[in-house]
């Protein structure tokens, strides 16, 4: 008998200060805008049953999964990677890594199975939504998901490590040809496309206007606009407005869109042409110079450099004097790097 009132008194002890260290929790949360905006997006029948029934121990139960989900990796087994994945994100909402790697696994392991480009495009387009649509919905404010989201459009789309990015960036094109009603800009759309544009594929049409405004027109028939909406949104949304890997991602695809910046459909409207856009040419100088300020980076001023002479033979070939004369201005104004020891 008293050893079960010692229990109980050990108990409503531990109740009480869980109850005091919740109620600080909330508050900690509150003032640091972290909390999990279950508000927003209605908690799915697993994640209710994670959080209120088994509480603290879906963290073992997570844990367990994690490991599951290694052997699985180890032995090429990515389908049933997809699945294990979708509970550990069910376990886990608030982690980055969690979907970041289911994502991933999609967009680079599960597609690279597949046997044609549509199903290859398929779970590409998968990768994407799932950071996009349910890890953004639920951390809207998490640097790391805007980083990962970029870069599965920067180099998944954007590059040509896969067999079928050709294809991507077509596919790419036409859903955005669609969305945007035939214009590459979106300037023409009237609120229900803006609206539509924002539920089905989570960009806001505001904020495409302002990167307009501070960059240049941008074409979001290509995977670089969509690199640097993600990539600049996990800028703004980081401490102090720095994060040099979302940073380097705005870089590169400014860079990009220098060299590759004006999309159009061929005459069999399957086919497409990408041609320079040195329009975008000032906003890349800024970009480079922004980042080796921001982030003390001098030996970024030789990556300056190499794209300023990549860029000159386009600048010639078009007869642009006055911006050939801006290009050799600034290398000549860029320091330069000792020599090694």
Not at 23 to 44: M, V, Y
Not at 194 to 222: N, T
Not at 288 to 297: A, S, V
Request: hydrophobic share 45%; charged share 20%; proline share 5%.
């Amino acid at each position: 008998m008293k050893f079960r009132i010692n229990c109980l008194i050990v108990a409503l002890v531990a109740l009480t200060c869980c109850s005091q260290l919740s109620a600080r929790l909330g508050e900690t949360r509150a003032a640091t805008d972290i909390a999990w905006r279950s508000e927003a997006l209605p908690a799915s029948p697993m994640l209710a049953f994670t959080t209120v029934v088994l509480g603290g121990f879906h963290g073992i139960i997570a844990d367990l999964l994690w490991l599951r989900a290694t052997d699985l990796q180890d032995q090429g087994r990515y389908v049933e990677l997809v699945q294990l994945a979708g509970w550990i994100t069910s376990f886990e909402p608030r982690a980055s890594q969690a979907w970041a790697f289911h994502a991933w696994n999609m967009a680079y392991n599960v597609s690279l199975v597949m046997p044609t480009p549509e199903e290859k495009w398929r779970w590409v387009r998968n990768g994407i939504r799932l950071l996009r649509d349910q890890g953004l919905a639920f951390n809207p404010r998490d640097p790391v998901l805007c980083f990962e989201l970029s870069v599965l459009y920067q180099h998944k789309i954007g590059r040509s490590s896969d067999d079928a990015h050709m294809f991507y960036k077509a596919a790419l094109a036409r859903d955005m040809d669609v969305a945007l009603g035939g214009s590459g800009s979106g300037h023409a759309l009237g609120e229900d496309g803006r609206a539509l544009l924002k539920s089905r594929y989570r960009l806001d049409w505001d904020y495409m206007q302002a990167l307009h405004e501070r960059f240049g027109e941008l074409d979001w028939r290509l995977p670089e606009s969509h690199a640097l909406y993600w990539a600049q949104r996990g800028v703004e949304v980081s401490p102090n407005q720095k994060n040099m890997r979302c940073s380097q991602i705005v870089v590169s695809a400014l860079a990009s869109t220098v060299f590759a910046g004006t999309f159009s459909w061929a005459d069999d409207g399957k086919g497409y042409q990408r041609r320079p856009n040195v329009l975008f040419l000032p906003a890349a100088i800024k970009a480079y110079r922004d980042m080796i300020t921001d982030y003390d980076l001098p030996d970024m001023n030789e990556s300056l450099r190499s794209f300023l002479e990549s860029v000159m033979p386009l600048l010639e070939e078009g007869g642009d004097a006055a911006r050939l004369d801006h290009v050799r201005d600034v290398l000549e104004a860029l320091p330069l790097l000792p020599p090694p020891a």
